[in-house]
């Protein structure tokens, strides 16, 4: 009888189970989240982020809370969905990879009917606190959500914009659609610093131009917040009637897309130290 010459190494079987064991925790409470958040029951929702919470938009658990309430009172027949790329484990830590998604029916009049899609891919972080996971962070990498009635339901929109910029940076936002035969279509675009609550942005409508491209110039706040991007669209049909000319809306919406920026380093001058000083 030949003896391999290679021994099992049950300790290293043992980790490779253990880190098994972990991710299957780690994916429970990432779907949890899901379900709960399709049979909108807050409170259990709420109960598998740690009381610690903040995500990348500055947002504390508190204020997330009363985030997930208004849009669940907006919409309350969205349903999420989740894929979860990959998932990586050190200890108590667990850092986890995933496209999310959501999408609703919008009931507006019996004129119109809209449909509000979402999708991003995001990055969840996760803390094993008395044996059970929580999410700590969570980041979003790219966000494009769009709200859209009437004809713009079947318009190919595309908003492109970075995905991140430096603070206080100018970066173009470009908005393309072709609308429907003999109609005429608005649009305008616009930027704004993700908070809560969220205030509206300022909209300066244009007629799209002949090559059905909309392009504007922003500059990054230096606040060091988050933005979105925001077009918002219009489409109008013209009849005559009674030799006047009457024109009629047969579509509306918008998209909207995440723009990540990236905080500067302020120096600090010899002055501005010592005042600082000064103040302590």
């Known amino acids: 009888i030949i003896q ?3 021994a099992w190494d049950f300790s290293n079987v043992f980790h490779i189970n253990a880190i098994d064991s972990e991710e299957r925790a780690v994916k429970k409470v990432l779907n949890s989240q899901v379900k709960f958040a399709n049979k909108t029951d807050f409170d259990k929702f709420i109960s598998t982020y740690d009381k610690q919470y903040v995500n990348s938009d500055g947002f504390n658990l508190e204020i997330y809370s009363n985030l997930v309430k208004d849009i669940w009172k907006t919409y309350d027949s969205i349903k999420y969905g989740i894929k979860i790329k990959n998932i990586s484990i050190d200890n108590d830590k667990a850092v986890a990879e995933l496209v999310e998604t959501s999408y609703a029916e919008i009931p507006v009049s019996e004129k119109y009917t809209g449909e509000l899609k979402s999708e991003s891919n995001s990055v969840y972080y996760l803390k094993k606190t008395d044996g059970e996971w929580k999410v700590i962070s969570d980041s979003i990498i790219d966000e494009t959500t769009t709200m859209l ?3 713009a339901r079947d318009l190919d ?10 603070a206080d940076t100018e970066y173009s936002a470009m908005l393309e659609f072709t609308p429907p035969k003999e109609t005429y279509a608005i649009a305008s675009l616009a930027s704004d610093k993700v ?5 509206p942005a300022k909209e300066v409508y244009r007629v799209l131009p002949e ?7 922003f500059t990054s706040n230096n606040d060091n917040v988050n933005e979105y991007v925001i077009a918002t669209i ?10 006047n000319l009457k024109l009629s809306l047969t579509g509306f919406g918008y998209a909207i897309k995440r723009v990540n920026v990236i905080p500067q380093n ?4 010899p002055e501005e130290n010592k005042n600082n000083d ?3």
């Open 234 to 243: 219009g489409l109008t049909k013209a009849a005559v009637e009674d030799l």
């Open 195 to 199: 908070e809560y609550p969220q205030k």
């Open 278 to 280: 000064e103040s302590k």
């Open 4 to 6: 391999p010459a290679h």
């Open 149 to 151: 009635y009437g004809e």
């Open 157 to 166: 929109i595309k908003l492109t914009v970075p995905t991140q910029i430096s």
């Open 266 to 269: 302020k120096l600090i001058t």
């Open 211 to 217: 090559d059905n491209i909309l392009e504007r110039l």
